[in-house]
């Protein structure tokens, strides 16, 4: 029995002895508001610095987690910017394409209205021709005097209403050979036109506003003393 007391009486003692530094340091506490105050400064820097680490800890996680495949709000951010651009960009583009597609069909509604009556006309080209030709036949036919008056103010009438509704005859005769407008049926010297100029006209072309409805048929000087081929 004794010696079991003995056992037991170092850890009584030092139960004992933890018990008293408790009260002493809460004593010392209690008269001294500065240790007090620092051991509490103290727990404070503690957890300030606990959370410093976990935030770092956590914005290397964040890092990790970037490297790793997954988007950081900054990337996140850079992607979105440069979706919203190109979006941008596309709408633009239609916009253009939207405006040009407009311009082009009022443009070939325009020109359909313009040019209409393009089969009309060379029909009616062909019917001016045989006047002209009947008047050039008849010349110096006196006792047809009063049919050819006739004739030739049917054929200006009719040259009249053409230019009416904006056909034209194309210049020939004096004018430079240009292929736009004129087609060369021959050559032959003038010594009244330079190379190249047109000396006479066979056929009368004509255009419609600005586009040609058939060419001027025109016979193209080669100048003085050439021969044509």
């Given amino acids: 029995m004794n010696n079991q007391e003995e056992h037991q009486q170092p850890g009584a003692d030092h139960q004992s002895a933890a018990r008293d530094q408790s009260a002493a340091h809460d004593q010392s506490s209690a008269h001294d508001p500065h240790a007090a105050a620092n051991h ?39 992607r979105l910017e440069q979706e919203l651009a190109d979006a941008n960009r596309r709408l633009l583009l239609a916009h253009a394409d939207v405006d040009n597609t407009r311009k082009r069909l009022r443009r070939d509604f325009e020109d359909q209205l313009r040019y209409a009556n393009l089969p009309l006309i060379r029909d009616t080209l062909t019917v001016l021709d045989n006047l002209q030709r009947a008047l050039a036949a008849a010349q110096g036919n006196e006792a047809a005097s009063g049919l050819i008056q006739g004739v030739a103010m049917v054929a200006k009438q009719l040259e009249e209403t053409l230019a009416k509704h904006n056909c034209k005859p194309i210049p020939a005769e004096g004018e430079l050979f240009d292929p736009n407008y004129h087609e060369a049926i021959t050559q032959i010297p003038s010594e009244q036109h330079a190379a190249g100029v047109i000396a006479q006209v066979a056929v009368p072309g004509y255009q419609l506003h600005e586009r040609v409805v058939r060419p001027s048929q025109v016979i193209v000087s080669t100048g003085p003393g050439h021969a044509g081929g």
């Fill in 40 to 78: 509490d400064s103290a727990n404070a820097d503690f957890d300030a610095d606990s959370v410093f680490q976990m935030n770092e800890a956590g914005e290397a996680e964040n890092d990790r987690d970037g490297d790793d495949g997954f988007e950081t709000d900054a990337q996140r951010a850079e």
